[in-house]
């Protein structure tokens, strides 16, 4: 038996739906906005869940946190329609209030099981240092919820039926294994991010520019092309008891 597929990162770029799963309503943009341009590119129907309101990200000086959280879903829409992402979902959770996983993956596996994407993304929640709770929570709720929705009594009390997407990857990751080419995205990433002006001033976007340019290059060597954006991807029996996933 040739189990040399089964050690192998899943495929990603000819999924027809896919689920970007974000945090804050910015995530999505920085952590992988050349990737979704790219997908959008090749005919792929694109859902942007964002599970925080953002309420926390107010500009310079005494603001309303209901009136942040209403400029920022704007953003994120904006942002997200940019790139080419066309359906969104939002909790509205507390900006800087997720704590309990296993609640939260229930609900995002329910809306898997409504949508039925192919591919699901989200932040890398054991990346190294990663201190921000909410990255953490959302990213261990959608890997139980990728490899949970399709039990058919997953999530309890609902009427959805079971779903088992092919592939998770996971952004914000310092152990990619996954190159996607973003040379022609690359500025339309930008143009995205740009529009979370909440957020993201002239100075930081400026910053990012470089950064990314140059992890881009890192991770583009010897690939064929100039740019590149990585990803950890996985399917769902990496997911568990399986340990060599780390070096997939």
Not at 144 to 153: E, P
Request: aromatic letters at 8%.
């Amino acid at each position: 038996m040739d189990v040399s597929a089964f050690f192998a990162p899943p495929e990603i770029l000819n999924a027809k739906r896919v689920l970007c799963i974000q945090p804050h309503p910015d995530d999505n943009e920085i952590g992988m906005g050349g990737t979704i341009a790219a997908l959008a590119a090749r005919g792929c129907e694109i859902h942007y869940l964002t599970v925080t309101n953002g309420d926390l990200g107010q500009p310079v000086g005494p603001a309303d946190p209901a009136a942040i959280a209403a400029v920022r879903r704007q953003e994120a829409e904006a942002a997200g329609r940019a790139l080419g992402a066309s359906v969104f979902h939002f909790f509205d959770e507390p900006d800087g209030s997720l704590r309990d996983i296993p609640a939260l993956a229930g609900r995002i596996a329910e809306l898997m099981r409504t949508i039925r994407p192919e591919v699901v993304f989200c932040p890398d929640p054991w990346a190294l240092y990663e201190a921000h709770q909410d990255h953490v929570v959302t990213g261990k709720a959608a890997a139980q919820a990728f490899i949970s929705s399709a039990l058919a009594g997953y999530p309890r009390g609902t009427g959805t039926q079971p779903w088992q997407a092919g592939a998770i990857g996971f952004y914000f990751t310092q152990n990619p294994n996954t190159v996607v080419d973003v040379t022609d995205t690359f500025e339309q990433k930008f143009a995205a991010m740009a529009l979370h002006r909440t957020q993201l001033n002239e100075e930081l976007l400026g910053l990012y520019r470089v950064y990314f340019t140059m992890q881009g290059q890192r991770l583009a060597q010897d690939k064929g092309f100039a740019l590149g954006e990585g990803l950890k991807v996985l399917g769902p029996l990496h997911m568990h008891c399986f340990t060599e996933a780390p070096g997939i």
